[in-house]
């Protein structure tokens, strides 16, 4: 099972808009950063996820149009959530699946999976970059990082 991690894209801060939608870079980087993984990494999730929130549910909705999966809100995504609940929902998940979401639940949700520790960092998010990993029998590995710059 693959589970990619997708921090949303840049968004605008709450005195620009209080939703806090994605400023036209953070659209172009979750764009670019996408179009990279579906051509070398052959992102394919069945579904994405994300957690509700204006900034997230764009990128997720522009995660889904390339992938062409469909796309759904899911519950304890926020930014401060208990990342237990999703690891605990990911070890009866056999599909591949991305969350959209937001620091620091990812990286907590990151360093919960492949060390078993949430306080323990382990990868470094970046606004519309991506983390890869994979479940194997052994545990959960690092299979990409794919940061919006830089690429």
Same mark, same amino acid.
Request: charged share 25%; hydrophobic share 40%; proline share 7%.
């Given at each position: 099972?693959?589970?990619?991690? &997708?921090?949303?894209?840049? /968004?605008?801060?709450?005195?620009?808009? %209080?939703?806090? %939608?994605?400023?036209?870079?953070?659209?172009?980087?979750?764009?670019? +950063?996408?179009?990279? *993984?579906?051509?070398?990494?052959? +992102?394919? %999730?069945?579904?994405?996820?994300?957690?509700?929130? !204006?900034? /997230?549910?764009?990128?997720?909705?522009?995660?889904?149009?390339?992938?062409?999966? @469909?796309?759904?809100? /899911?519950?304890?995504? #926020?930014?401060?959530?208990?990342?237990?609940?999703?690891?605990?929902?990911?070890?009866?998940?056999?599909?591949?699946?991305?969350?959209?979401?937001?620091?620091?639940?990812?990286?907590?949700? $990151? @360093?919960?999976?492949?060390? @078993?520790? *949430?306080?323990?960092?382990?990868?470094?998010?970046?606004?519309? #970059?991506? &983390? *890869?990993?994979?479940? !194997?029998? $052994?545990?959960?590995?690092?299979? /990409?990082?794919? %940061?919006?710059? @830089?690429?």
């Amino acid at each position: 099972m693959r589970l990619y991690l &997708v921090q949303h894209g840049q /968004a605008k801060t709450e005195d620009e808009d %209080p939703l806090r %939608p994605l400023t036209d870079q953070g659209v172009e980087d979750v764009v670019r +950063v996408a179009h990279l *993984a579906l051509g070398h990494i052959g +992102v394919g %999730p069945g579904r994405v996820v994300h957690s509700g929130k !204006t900034r /997230a549910r764009q990128t997720a909705e522009i995660w889904s149009g390339l992938i062409g999966c @469909g796309v759904e809100e /899911a519950d304890e995504l #926020g930014p401060n959530d208990d990342p237990t609940v999703w690891g605990e929902r990911l070890q009866e998940t056999a599909h591949d699946l991305m969350v959209v979401g937001h620091l620091p639940h990812l990286g907590r949700l $990151a @360093g919960l999976l492949l060390t @078993g520790a *949430a306080d323990r960092p382990v990868v470094r998010f970046r606004p519309g #970059g991506l &983390v *890869a990993l994979e479940r !194997t029998d $052994a545990g959960w590995t690092v299979g /990409a990082v794919l %940061p919006p710059d @830089g690429l």
